[in-house]
């Protein structure tokens, strides 16, 4: 059996809080290579987490890499099915590449998903641009 001693713990916890912060400064300041490379290493430690693959689809986004983008969104998707994060993120992917019905269904279950207006909001102004 493997067991981790609290003082491991809190260590991975704050190192992996850390490439997050150190990824969404690089998205910033449009450092793509730092972002990839902060995400890419969130995801390794944490790949059952939706944070580092919404970031690696976020980076892939601004580099206009539609196709990465929407696969890293898609991961976030699957560990994490109840955010509507990686659903608006491959969504915006998915129009770019001109799939826009399956944008406007990513977009629907959005919906679904969310009673926060001001998301429901920024989930209709996106369906508007389609």
């Known amino acids: 059996m493997f067991t981790i001693n609290s003082n491991t713990a809190s260590a991975l916890f704050q190192a992996r809080e850390r490439l ?12 793509l290579d ?16 939706e944070r580092p693959w919404i970031g690696l689809g976020a980076a892939h986004e601004q ?9 890293f969104y898609r991961m976030g998707r699957s560990v994490a099915g109840h955010s509507v994060w990686p659903l608006i993120g491959e969504a915006r992917a998915l129009a770019a590449l001109g ?11 959005a919906l679904e998903l ?11 102004n996106l369906r508007g641009q389609l």
Do not use: D, K
Not at 114 to 119: D, G, L, N, V, Y
């Open 20 to 31: 997050y912060a150190t990824g969404y400064a690089a998205l910033a300041e449009r450092n």
């Open 34 to 49: 730092l972002a990839l490379e902060a995400f890419g290493l969130m995801a390794a430690v944490s790949p059952f987490e």
């Open 63 to 71: 580099n206009r890499n539609w196709s990465a983008a929407a696969g």
């Open 99 to 109: 799939r826009r019905a399956e944008a406007e269904g990513l977009l629907e279950q």
């Open 114 to 124: 969310t009673s926060e207006r001001s998301i429901a909001e920024q989930i209709e």
